[in-house]
């Protein structure tokens, strides 16, 4: 069975401190890892996905498949991303697991 | 493009009743899917949908029926619904499962 664990219900940081946000998950085979996020008022959406290794507003994640993990990072956090995040696996098929949710919160 | 649009946002029932939620999306994805977000339990898996006329069911099935009879739509029935079933329910389409493009949510309270 595939399992994402974020551990974080609420991360609060203050604007421009570094921003970790912890992914762990549990799966047999080869996964996929996404983040996705929804801003207050806007719909969920994509924010990356670990097979692009891409930057998106300054957020990276790197999948370590030795500590099962792939959490999202940002040098300086700003006031615009506060919002919902969730972490979410595939094992390429068509079901998408989520985490719980971490909700980060930037103060001024 | 209107992209996955879900009606109705808001619904308030009493226990027993049943309904259907709707789920349209225009950009021609095989892949449709229903989720439910809960306080503390993130999105859970309804059901799901890899193309017209197939259906399979998800992480929290009972309670909820799906059909698919067209590429487009995707709704969610509620045979009889109780308390347990209070959330907010996500349709979700993609080209496959990776990438969805999320509605806007459905706010259903079962009093």
């Known amino acids: 069975a595939q399992r994402v664990t974020q551990p974080e219900k609420l991360l609060s940081v203050f604007k421009g401190a570094p921003v970790e946000l912890k992914c762990n998950y549990s799966y047999s085979g080869s996964p996929e890892l996404f983040w996705y996020v929804q801003y207050s008022r806007q719909r969920l959406q994509l924010l990356l996905r670990h097979i692009s290794r891409e930057s998106i507003k300054g957020f990276t994640a790197d999948l370590n498949k030795g500590e099962t993990s792939f959490h999202l990072k940002k040098p300086f956090a700003q006031e615009e991303d506060s919002a919902m995040y969730y972490c979410a696996l595939t094992g390429g098929g068509n079901k998408l697991t989520f985490g719980t949710g971490t909700q980060l919160k930037v103060e001024l | 493009n209107a992209g996955v649009t879900q009606t109705p946002k808001f619904q308030v029932l009493k226990t027993g009743q049943s309904m259907t939620l709707q789920c349209a999306q225009d950009m021609n994805h095989e892949y449709m899917s229903w989720y439910r977000q809960d306080p503390g339990m993130g999105l859970r898996l309804i059901h799901y949908?890899?193309?017209?006329?197939?259906?399979d069911q998800g992480e929290v099935p009972n309670g909820y029926n799906v059909s698919r009879s067209t590429t487009e739509d995707f709704p969610l029935r509620l045979l009889s619904a109780a308390p347990s079933q209070t959330s907010v329910y996500f349709c979700?389409?993609?080209?496959?499962?990776?990438?969805?493009?999320f509605g806007s949510g459905t706010q259903l309270s079962v009093l």
């Open positions: 979700a389409s993609s080209w496959s499962g990776e990438k969805l493009f």
């Open positions: 949908s890899v193309g017209a006329g197939i259906t």
